[in-house]
Nanobody, 114 residues
Framework: VQLQASGGGLVQPGGSLRLSCAAS????????MGWYRRAPEKQREFVAG???????NYVDSVKGRFTISRDNAKNTVYLQMDSLKPEDTAVYYC?????????WGQGTQVTVSS
């Protein structure tokens, strides 16, 4: 099983990025997908999640700015991040869950700075 996250980078405050997480080795459509992040000197936190039937939820700090989506034909989950703030700076990880099975991607760095 592999979850390959990409799309991170350096962006100015107010800018946008789209993260992608491509899955292999799992039946992607059966997995609930999520994005998490770990900021420097902080614990990893939930950012956004999407169930197999398309329900979404977000941490309050990103509501209205981030959008999670998935393309089951491409085995990929996305995180569109708009109006980025310096406090969004973190390593972002994708996660796939199905009952007791959980898989994590390797993380992609997002830095929001002027």
């Amino acid at each position: 099983v592999q979850l390959q996250a990409s799309g991170g980078g350096l962006v100015q405050p107010g800018g946008s990025l789209r993260l992608s997480c491509a899955a292999s080795g799992i039946i992607f459509s059966r997995y609930n997908m999520g994005w998490y992040r770990r900021a420097p000197e902080k614990q990893r936190e939930f950012v956004a999640g999407m169930t197999t039937d398309g329900n979404t939820n977000y941490v309050d700090s990103v509501k209205g700015r981030f959008t999670i989506s998935r393309d089951n034909a491409k085995n990929t989950v996305y995180l569109q991040m708009d109006s980025l703030k310096p406090e969004d700076t973190a390593v972002y990880y994708c996660r796939a869950t199905l009952f007791r099975s959980t898989y994590w991607g390797q993380g992609t760095q997002v830095t929001v700075s002027s």
